[in-house]
């Protein structure tokens, strides 16, 4: 069966750092997301990416945070300078419409 | 916000009984969607109810959606000790299929 898969599994970076966050979605799938959850917490959306483009974003994801799909497989979240409070599970999923798929997730720590 | 609220946010029963689960949401949807999480893992997408749906079954799972209430309820029959998991309702209203988790329900099964 298809399934979504991230790199790494666990992130581990100082404050003020750069991360990338990488994803390849299901191959035929048109519509790619990431989500967090912070420890705890329910999980959050925070981009939706469709045509190449940002379709939908939350409050979340703010000016430190941006999307890229630089081939045809691979989908990654950047977060310029990290901060204590990016600690979380990072998700990607992607969906042909409705029903997403999931990533196994990378888990960010932010010291 | 739309944000689906899961009760109870816990639930203990033992091997063998049925396991209900509900949601609510405050906004229209397209679709609702359980989704299953186990400690520390990833989410697994569970089933899909259209807003013109009105109940589904796969498996041992149980899925009713009344839209005039804006509620749902997820119902796990014959509940086995690998059932222990957290399960999250999530809604989505927008035609990019972006996803608001509720809070979740904490599932233990005990042999």
């Known amino acids: 069966e298809p399934e979504v898969t991230q790199t790494p599994s666990h992130q581990v970076t100082q404050m003020g750092q750069e991360v990338i966050l990488r994803c390849v979605p299901i191959s035929n799938h048109l519509y790619f997301y990431w989500y967090r959850q912070i420890l705890g917490q329910k999980v959050e959306f925070l981009v939706s990416?469709?045509?190449?483009?940002?379709?939908?974003k939350s409050e979340i994801f703010d000016d430190q945070f941006s999307v890229e799909r630089p081939d045809g497989s691979n989908f990654t979240l950047k977060i310029r300078s990290t901060k204590l409070e990016d600690s979380a599970m990072y998700f990607c999923a992607s969906s042909l419409l409705a029903g997403s798929v999931f990533g196994p997730g990378t888990r960010l720590t932010v010291l | 916000s739309q944000q689906g609220e899961e009760d109870p946010q816990a639930l203990s029963i033992q091997e063998g009984e049925n396991a209900t689960m509900n949601c609510s949401y405050k906004t229209s949807i397209n679709n609702l969607q359980w989704y299953r999480q186990n400690s520390g893992r990833g989410l697994v997408h569970l089933i899909l109810?259209?807003?013109?749906?009105r109940e589904k079954h796969s498996g041992r799972l149980r899925v009713t959606l009344d839209t005039s209430k804006k509620s749902s309820s997820l119902l796990i029959t014959a509940s086995r000790a690998a059932d222990t998991a957290s399960y999250f309702c999530a809604t989505d209203a927008t035609s990019g299929y972006a996803l608001n988790f509720g809070k979740g329900t904490s599932l233990l099964v005990t042999p």
């Open positions: 990416f469709y045509n190449n483009e940002i379709s939908e």
């Open positions: 109810i259209r807003s013109n749906e």
